[in-house]
T-cell receptor, first 110, second 113 residues
Framework: KNEVEQSPQNLTAQEGEFITINCSYSVGISALHWLQQHPGGGIVSLFMLSSGKKKHGRLIATINIQEKHSSLHITASHPRDSAVYICAINSGGGADGLTFGKGTHLIIQP | DVKVTQSSRYLVKRTGEKVFLECVQDMDHENMFWYRQDPGLGLRLIYFSYDVKMKEKGDIPEGYSVSREKKERFSLILESASTNQTSMYLC????????????FGPGTRLTVL
């Protein structure tokens, strides 16, 4: 079974700081997802990637397939970025569901 | 705008009751999933379905069953609710294919007393 490890579990930073959240997994994957969950429960997909790098606004996601590692970066962080960020993987086909990391609770202080 | 809806945001039930959680998606997605989310454990897959009337067990199916009679609707059933099933339940859907973005519902916070 594929294990997904995220670090750090909790992160508090000042507004404007560069944020990095890490994710590693134990066996090969077909895709890796970064998700965002705000208080209240709703989960939104930020990125889905199987190689390289993707950028959306101030968010950047990278993946290194050989090292089985992915990072999510937030540039010029803002209090509205405060949320739980979750790494998840597809090990098999898309119908198999995701395996999740435990999440990183990010707080950005003004 | 794509949408996954769940029948209740909050639900309180008693031990031994039969509980139905319903999920509806309006995107004509083939695949639907039920997850539960617990502090310290994260999200875990309970059951999934890749077609009408098809279902597959996920990582933690014990104590649950599912029903998918129509493509847009996927129900999670707790046959006899227990206190250890107190949790946040999230439904998700995605189109068929190797891997695709999953769309999540808002979640149902279930408390079993």
């Amino acid at each position: 079974k594929n294990e997904v490890e995220q670090s750090p579990q909790n992160l508090t930073a000042q507004e404007g700081e560069f944020i990095t959240i890490n994710c590693s997994y134990s066996v090969g994957i077909s895709a890796l997802h970064w998700l965002q969950q705000h208080p209240g429960g709703g989960i939104v997909s930020l990125f889905m990637l199987s190689s390289g790098k993707k950028k959306h606004g101030r968010l950047i996601a990278t993946i290194n397939i050989q090292e089985k590692h992915s990072s999510l970066h937030i540039t010029a962080s803002h209090p509205r970025d405060s949320a739980v960020y979750i790494c998840a993987i597809n090990s098999g086909g898309g119908a198999d569901g995701l395996t999740f990391g435990k999440g990183t609770h990010l707080i950005i202080q003004p | 705008d794509v949408k996954v809806t769940q029948s209740s945001r909050y639900l309180v039930k008693r031990t031994g009751e039969k509980v139905f959680l319903e999920c509806v998606q309006d995107m004509d997605h083939e695949n639907m999933f039920w997850y539960r989310q617990d502090p310290g454990l994260g999200l875990r897959l309970i059951y999934f379905s890749y077609d009408v009337k098809m279902k597959e067990k996920g990582d933690i199916p014990e104590g649950y069953s599912v029903s998918r009679e129509k493509k847009e609707r996927f129900s999670l059933i707790l046959e006899s609710a227990s206190t250890n099933q107190t949790s946040m339940y999230l439904c998700a859907s995605t189109i068929a294919g190797t891997y695709n973005e999953q769309f999540f519902g808002p979640g149902t916070r279930l408390t079993v007393l």
